[in-house]
C-alpha cells in the first residue's frame, strides 16, 4: 500500500492516489471526514480562522463502497481556490502586478527551496512546502486505518506538550494505550487531560498576544498488533526504521522516540528490557512495556508506541530577521496571520502515516489480495502462534 | 548507492556489496580499516575481550584502488568462526549435542524472531540480529564516506551521554561541528571531553561490577555540504525522513533528533528558527543553527547535527526473567559474558548510515557515472549559487 | 519521474499523478491533447465510434504553465461517467436491477483477476484492466516527452503491421528514424506508408465484417539520445530492462525486440555487430544500427528502436467460448461492439512509456532538481565527450 | 527475494547475496552446483575450453541446511584469478607493462561503458559487462528454485534455434511443457530434439571454422503455478513487465515474447483467445494456451511459456572493424578465442531470472517470513479457488 501527494496550498485541489490496497475493503467517507475534521483543532474557531471543512471525493478504486484492488483517488478542494486564481494559475501569463515572494521565511523551506530548484520566487517553493499537504496525507491514511481496523488495528494519537505546558503522567508509556478517544478529542488540544488541556490553551493565548508561535510533543499509539511484523534480517525491515521514516516525513517534526526513548539512555538495562512472561490464556506478553512494542525491530504484540516533538511554526505573527532576495539587503520576513500551534493537527497526521507503515506490514506479511484471503492468512497465524504458546 | 549485509555472528564471515558507486573514486582499504577499528571500542580492551582486530577484504568493483562502477564486495571474517563451525555449519546435519536455545533474552529480537519466523531455536534469530552485522555497515560505509570526502564533506560522531553520566555543553548544537577528531578518538569513550570521558568510564566501571549494562546518546556530525540536498517535494523526500530511518536501523536506537530537537518544542518560535543572513563573501548563511543543518527537508548548508539515544545493551551478565520455549515455564535468561556499553561503537555505526543517506543525495543532485561528472557538476552547481547570492 | 494513474473505465474520471519533475519546464496542455487525439484513431470515426475528444486537465505542480518540482495531477474525465453512475457509484447501495457480469471473455484479465480478487463480479476486475486506462498512462507521458524534447530527444512510433497487412521495407531498423510525423500522423493506422496504409485500413474493414478483431506490430524509435544512458554494472540498470518492462506493462503486449530482434538470432556475428567508426565532425558513431541503439544495456547515440507485437483485441463482436461462474455452465463471453484493432492507439501509449524510462535516465545521469543544472551538466557531458574523441 | 551480484570477470571471484528469503527453507548445494555444471555447455569441452567446474560457496543464511530468513551469501571463485592478479589487482599499483584496453569491440559495452565511465581501458568495463557475470545469477537463482520446487512450480528451459538451425516443432507452446528434463540436459546444446541438436551442433561446427559466431532463440517454461500471481491494477504488477525485465536484464537478450508472442499479431482474434473451460475435477481451464499462461497480467494456472532471442556473441575469433581509442585511427578489434555460440548456457541463466520473478509473485500474495506459514497461505488459497469453482 503506498500513497503519493499531489497539490500545491492554494491551487485549485489537493489530490492522493493509494495504490495496493487489497480487494474487498470497506470504504467510509464520512469516516474519512472525521479525521480532516480532528485535524482541523477546535481552538481555531475561536481565532475566527476558516471554519469551512475540509471534505474527500473518492473518485477511483471503491466501487458502492468497497475497494476493487485499484487504485484509488481521494480528492480535498482548496476552499479558497478562487480567489487565488489569477496568482497561482497552471496556465496562462502572470498578472502583471504578480508580487514574487523574495523575503524567505527563516524555518521554512523557502531560501533553500529556491537555491535548489533555481527560482527567484519563494512562492514556488512555499506553496507546496506547506503543512496544508498534509491534509489529503490524512485522507489517504484514513484508507490504510480501515484497513486495520478491520484487522483489529486501532491507531490514535493525543498531545503532550505545547510549549512548556507539559501534560506529566506517573507512567506515560503503561498510560498511552488506554486513553479514551472521546477523552482526546473532546479536548481542544487533542490532549486527555482537562487540567493539562487548560493549561496548554492559556499557553496558546499568550504565545497568540505575543505574536508567537508553539512546538510541542505528541504521542502516537497502536494497539491491537500481532507480533513479528517487521523484521530483523536487514535495517531497512526494522519497523523502528519505517516508522521513524514516517514520521520524519512530517514537516516541523524534530525528534522521534520509541517507548521510553531518550529516557532509556540514563537507565541501567536491568531497569529497561521487558522481562518475558506466560499466561496460558494470552501466551507469552511483557511484565512492562519500555520498548514501546518493539523488539529487534518487530512488533512484540504489545501497543506500539512514538512521540515525536515539533518545533514551533516557522509562520509567525511576528517578523524573523531575513534577507531580500533581489536586494540581497536585510528586511524582516513576511508575518503572517496564523495558527500559533499546530501540534494537535500534526499528531492526525502522524497516525496517518503510521496507519501506512503498520497497513503495508500486515501486508508483507498476510499476502496483498483482497481482504478474504488476508483474514484467512492472519486467522492461521494467530492459531500458530497459540500452538507455539500452549 | 546501495548496500546490503550479510553473514551470521560466529558464521565464517560477514559480506556486504555496495552497488551504485561513480567510476574513479579511490578507496582506501587502510581507511575502512582504521574504522572498524574505531568501531571497537578501547575500553574493552581491558576488558580482556577479543583484541583481535576486524580487517576488510575488498573483492571486487575496485581495481588498482579506483572503483570500476560495478558493484563492491567487501568481506570481514568472523576471526572466531573455527570453534563455532560445528553449531553454525552452513550444511550437514546438526551435532548430537547441539543445545538448541530455549530462552529468550528479553530486550532482544530472541522472542519475537522465534515466533515470525516459526523456529525452536533462538540461535537462528539471534545469530543475525546481532549487533556484530554492524561491522559491514561499517565497512560499507566507509567507501560512502570516502565518496563525500572527495567532494568535500566530513562526517564524524561523539558520545554524549553513557548512562547518568552526561557531557554537558553550553551551546551543544553550535559547539558540535567544532570537535576535533582527533580528541573524540583518543577518548576511550569516544567523547571530546576529559572531564566527561573520566566521568563515563567511571560509570562503566561500576555498571560492570554490577552486572548491569548501560546505554547513552552520542551525536552525529556532518559539515561540508551544499545547500539543497533532500528536497520537500514529497515527504520520502525529506532528508530528515532518510535520515531517521537510517539511523534507526541500527539496533537499540530508540530516539533521534536533528539540531534542538525535542527541547524546540518547549520554546518560542522566536527563539527556534534560524535568521537568515548574508555577506558577500559567503552569500547565504543563519545566524544560529538550532535546525540541525535541515529546513524544509532540505540541507541548509550549515552542519548537520543529529543526536541519537541507544538503549542499554540487552546482552547482561545479571540475568533477566524470561519463559522457556520448550516448558513454558519461567527461567532466567542466559547471562553473558557481555560488554557494558555500546554507545561510542553505535555512533561509529551511525557515521555510515548517514554517510549513505548523503552520498545518495549528491548522487541525485549531481548524476551518478563518474566522479569526473560528478565535480563538474559540483562545481557548476556551487558557481550558479554563488551568482545568485551576488 | 514516476508515474501512477487510477481510474475505471466508466467511473467519472482518470487521474495520473507525476512525481519527480524537475523545476522550471514548460508544460504545453495542447501538446498533451494532441497525443490524446493521436491515441484516438481516426478510422474509427467512420465507425460512428465516440468522438467526443478526451481532455487534459492539470491541477498541481504547474504555474503559469512551467513546472514547480511538486507533483503534477492530470485528470480526464471520462465522457460517459454520467450514464454509468448508478452502476459504477463510488458508494451507497448497488442499484436492485444490477447485473453482475458472470461470464468471463477469454483473453481479458476476467476470469483470473475474478479468482485472485475473490469478487463475483467480473466488472470489479475489466472496469480497471481496460485500455481506456491508457488514456492517463499517455498524459502523464506527455510530461516526459516536454523534458525529453527540451534536451533535444524526440520519441515517435508508427504502425508496421495489421492482422498479415504487412508494411514491408528493406532495411527497417535504417529506415526507422526518417520517416516523418506528418507522414505517420496522416494515415488512419498511423504508418508512414501510404499503400501499407491503404491494406491495413481493407484488412480491418474485412475483419469488421466478419466480427472479428487484429492485432499488429509497430515500432517505437528515439532520435537525439546522448550515449551512456543506462548502465552495464548491474541488470536492472540495462536500459533494455527498463524499457522492456514499460512495454510489456501495455496491455496486450505480446513481443518486443530491440533493433534487428529476433532476426539476429538466425546471423552470423560479423553479419550483427555494428562497426565502430569516427569522423572529426561527429565523434563515435557506428556503420549500422542493428542493435537498435543500445549496447550493453546503455544508449550507443544511435536512434533507439524497438518493435512490439500486440495480440488482436480480447473484445470482439464475435462470442468466445467460456464458462458461467455461477452456473459453471457453457456460455458464450459478451460480445461487446469494439475496436476491430487498436495498435496505432498502443503505439502511442508506448511513446509514453518509453519516454519515461528516457527521462529517468537523463535524471539520473544530469541531476534531477531542476532545468537549468540539467541543461548545465548535459552540456558538460556532451563537451567531455567530445574532448575524448578529438 | 532480491538478489545483487558482484565481481569481475577476471577477478577473485564473484559474489550474490539473495536476500529476503523466507525462514525454513531447504537449500541443498548439489543442486545449484548441478545448475552451475548445465550453464557450462558440454559441446565446448570438445573446444578444449576450460573443463573445471564451477563450484559455490553459501557462507551465510543457511544453518544445517536450512535457510535462516538471513541474506545468504553465494560465492563462486574465478578459477584463473591467479594468473591474473597483477592486471586485476584490487589495490597497488597497476604492473608497469600493463597494456591498456584501447580498441573497444563492436557489440560490447566497451565504447559506451568507457565514455559513460569516463575511463581510457576497456577492461575497466568489460570485466564486469561480461557473461561471466550470469555465473552468480544462476547461483542466487538457484534459491528462488529452491523455494519454487517447494510449492511445487517447476522452470526449465530449451533452445529452440542456433544460428539458421532450428527445432521446428508442429504446435510449439503446447508441446513446451511436456519436453523433458533429462532429454533437453542430454543434449550437448539442450534441445530435447535429438535431430535438430545434431543440426545444431552442425551449424556450431561450421561457424567455429569460418571464426564466426552464433545466437539463437530458447524457450523458458515454468509449469505449476497457481492462478493470479501478478496483477492488472497498474502497469508494473504485470507479470509479463517483471518477467521481460529479468530477461532483457540478461546480456545480448534481443527479443522476448509470451506465448504465441509475435506470431498473434497475425492472427484473427477467434484463433488466438484461449477459450475458458470448466471440469469438476480440475475447475477452471482453458482449450488452449495460446496466451503462453499470462492473462491480464497474471497467471492463468496454464504453463508460463516465453520465448528469446539472443544475438550472436560478440566476442569472436574473426575480428570486427573499430577505433582505437588513443589514436582515433581505425584498427581491428582484439580477436578472442572464444565460445561460438551460448545459447543454451544464457538459457539457464534466464531460468534463475524467472524463478526470481516467480518466487516474489508467491511471496507477494502468500507472505514471506517462513515456510511454514506460506504453505498454509497456499494451501488455504488453493481450497477457495476450489470453492469458487464448485
Known amino acids: 500500500m503506498k500513497f503519493i501527494t499531489a497539490g500545491e496550498s492554494h491551487g485549485p485541489s489537493l489530490t492522493a492516489i493509494v495504490s495496493g490496497v487489497p480487494a474487498g475493503l470497506r470504504i467510509n467517507e464520512e469516516q474519512i471526514n472525521a479525521d480532516l475534521a480532528r485535524r482541523q483543532p477546535k481552538f481555531l474557531a475561536s481565532e475566527g480562522q476558516e471554519t469551512e471543512r475540509d471534505h474527500v471525493i473518492i473518485s477511483s478504486g471503491v466501487r458502492f463502497g468497497k475497494t476493487l484492488g485499484s487504485p484509488i483517488t481521494l480528492t480535498v478542494a482548496n476552499n479558497d481556490a478562487k480567489q487565488w486564481s489569477d496568482r497561482m494559475a497552471n496556465f496562462g501569463t502572470p498578472p502583471k ?104 490553551l492559556k499557553m496558546i ?70 522481562a518475558i512472561t506466560h499466561t496460558k490464556k494470552h501466551g507469552f506478553s511483557r511484565a512492562s512495556n519500555h520498548a514501546g512494542g518493539l523488539e529487534g525491530g518487530m512488533t512484540t504484540g504489545l501497543p506500539l508506541i512514538m512521540t515525536a516533538a515539533m518545533k514551533p511554526l516557522p509562520s509567525m505573527t511576528s517578523a524573523l530577521p531575513s534577507i531580500n532576495l533581489d536586494t540581497l539587503e536585510s528586511e524582516e520576513a513576511r508575518s503572517d496571520r496564523s495558527d500559533v500551534c499546530a501540534v494537535p493537527s500534526a499528531a492526525v497526521v502522524a497516525e496517518a502515516e503510521v496507519a501506512f507503515v503498520l497497513a503495508n506490514a500486515y501486508l508483507r506479511k498476510f499476502g496483498s489480495d483482497n481482504m478474504e484471503d488476508i483474514y484467512t492468512a492472519l486467522a492461521a497465524y494467530k492459531k500458530r502462534l497459540a500452538a507455539q504458546a500452549r
Open 97 to 200: 502586478n504578480l508580487a514574487r515572494e523574495v523575503v524567505p521565511r527563516p524555518g521554512h523551506a523557502d531560501l533553500v527551496g529556491v537555491l535548489k530548484n533555481a527560482t527567484n520566487d519563494c512562492r514556488n517553493v512555499f506553496e507546496r512546502a506547506s503543512a496544508r499537504e498534509t491534509v489529503v496525507r490524512v485522507v489517504a491514511g484514513g484508507v490504510a486505518r480501515e484497513f486495520l481496523a478491520e484487522l483489529g488495528v486501532d491507531v490514535f494519537s493525543f498531545v503532550t506538550r505545547i510549549g512548556t505546558a507539559e501534560f506529566v503522567e506517573d507512567n506515560p508509556i503503561e498510560a498511552a494505550p488506554e486513553y479514551k478517544p472521546l477523552d482526546i478529542e473532546m479536548s481542544e488540544v487533542r490532549c486527555p487531560n482537562a487540567e493539562a488541556t487548560e493549561h496548554m
Open 205 to 274: 493565548k499568550v504565545a497568540r498576544t505575543k505574536g508567537e508561535s508553539l512546538g510541542g510533543t505528541f504521542r502516537v499509539v497502536a494497539t491491537g498488533l500481532v507480533p513479528g511484523l517487521g523484521g530483523f534480517e536487514s535495517g531497512p525491515e526494522r519497523l523502528n526504521s519505517q516508522l521513524a521514516a514516517a514520521l520524519f516525513s512530517i514537516p516541523a517534526i524534530k525528534g522521534v522516540e520509541f517507548g521510553l526513548g531518550f529516557a532509556s539512555a540514563a537507565l541501567n538495562g536491568s531497569d529497561v528490557h521487558d
